[in-house]
Each structure stands twice: as structure tokens, then as C-alpha cells.
């Protein structure tokens, strides 16, 4: 365990350090499906005291209830990420909080601008071998409904990682206890966001 995470007074200093720099801007969670942007988003969320969000349940709650994979087949994918765009948006307006993002949110260039303009991005890097080792059992990943998912998932990491690499932030997704992910984001944050050299895991960085 981090000296930050063993010694309470410091993790206390630290989150309070977080949440004075953040002001009303939003932490915004971005990455490929399977990155534990959701888990980690609610853990980040309740270490700093803030509301959690994911975006894909917003979504889901303004259609009734229908869930991803129904919105895919009933409207197709342009429909999805137009509405996924104004979700966001209404999301980032009542900031401050901590947001799950879908793994093409970030892919919009109107959508990065919000963030960028609302928030602090925090990119989960994961490889395809974890990715794959986490959403091979699921049904819910419409755009890996495809002959070949481990495939779709390289082609996705090409298309998506140089853009995901404009976040603010960028932390290791692996396999390791969460709350180790969730310190090496605290320290990211707190390097990024008050000028503290602190950060613990040797993947993590801040790209501005």
C-alpha cells in the first residue's frame, strides 16, 4: 500500500487538495470497454466525497429502460452516440462529480471539448489481452457481436488509443486490486492537478 493510502491525514490532504482544484469541473473516466472505467469511476467517487455517474445508465434511463444493445439494434449506432453526446453534456453541466464514459464517447470531438472545457480526463489504458479476459462472457458489448470479437477489440484499440491519449491523465488498467488503480488515479490527480510529483505506479502520467 501507497504512504498516501497508510497515512490517513495525507489522504485526507490529498482529497481535499483534489476536490479545491477541481472547483466545479467533473472527473471524467474515458477508455475501452472492459477498462473498469465503472468500478473505478464509483471507487474515485467515494474516496473524493462526490457523485458517481455512468453515462451508458443515463442513456439506458432515457429510453425507458431499454439497455445498450436494444438502442444499438432499434436505432443504430449514429442515433446512440448522437444522444450519448447530449447526455454527457447535460452531465458535465452539473458537475462537480465523477462520470463513466462508453468507450466511443471520447472518439467525438465535440464531446472531448466538453470534457476538456468541464472536466479533467482520465484515461484507463488497458491492453486487449485484459480487455478481452473481462468481456468475453458478456452479452451486453453490441459492438463485439462480431465472427471474430478479439479482432474487432484490436481494431478498436488502433482506431481509439490515439485519441484517447489527448486525455488529461492516463493510468494503467490491469489486473491488480482496484484500490491500487484507485491510487495511482488520486496521485495522478493530485500531480496533474496541484504540481505534486507524487505518482506511484510507473505507467501512470499526465500528458498536460
Not at 489486473?175 to 504540481?195: N, Q, R
Amino acid at each position: 500500500m501507497s504512504e498516501i493510502a497508510s497515512n490517513p491525514s495525507a489522504g485526507a490532504s490529498q482529497e481535499a487538495d483534489i476536490l479545491a482544484a477541481l472547483g466545479r469541473r467533473s472527473l471524467v473516466l474515458v477508455g475501452m470497454m472492459g477498462a473498469g472505467k465503472s468500478t473505478i469511476g464509483r471507487r474515485l467517487a467515494a474516496r473524493l466525497h462526490l457523485p458517481f455517474q455512468d453515462a451508458d445508465a443515463e442513456i439506458e434511463l432515457a429510453h425507458a429502460g431499454m439497455t445498450i444493445p436494444e438502442i444499438f439494434a432499434a436505432h443504430g449506432e449514429p442515433y446512440f452516440r448522437d444522444g450519448e453526446a447530449r447526455v454527457i453534456a447535460r452531465l458535465l453541466d452539473n458537475g462537480p462529480g465523477v462520470l463513466a464514459t462508453g468507450g466511443g464517447a471520447f472518439m467525438r470531438e465535440e464531446t472531448r471539448r466538453r470534457i476538456r472545457d468541464k472536466a479533467v480526463s482520465v484515461w484507463l489504458k488497458a491492453d486487449a489481452e485484459t480487455i478481452m479476459k473481462r468481456v468475453k462472457r458478456r452479452a451486453d458489448r453490441p459492438l463485439l457481436q462480431t465472427a471474430d470479437p478479439a479482432a474487432t477489440i484490436g481494431r478498436l484499440i488502433e482506431e481509439r488509443h490515439p485519441v484517447y491519449q489527448l486525455a488529461d491523465i492516463t493510468v494503467a488498467s490491469r489486473d491488480v486490486l482496484h484500490e491500487k488503480i484507485v491510487e495511482e488515479c488520486m496521485a495522478a490527480l493530485h500531480a496533474h492537478l496541484c504540481g505534486a510529483n507524487e505518482t506511484t505506479g510507473e505507467t501512470v502520467s499526465a500528458t498536460r
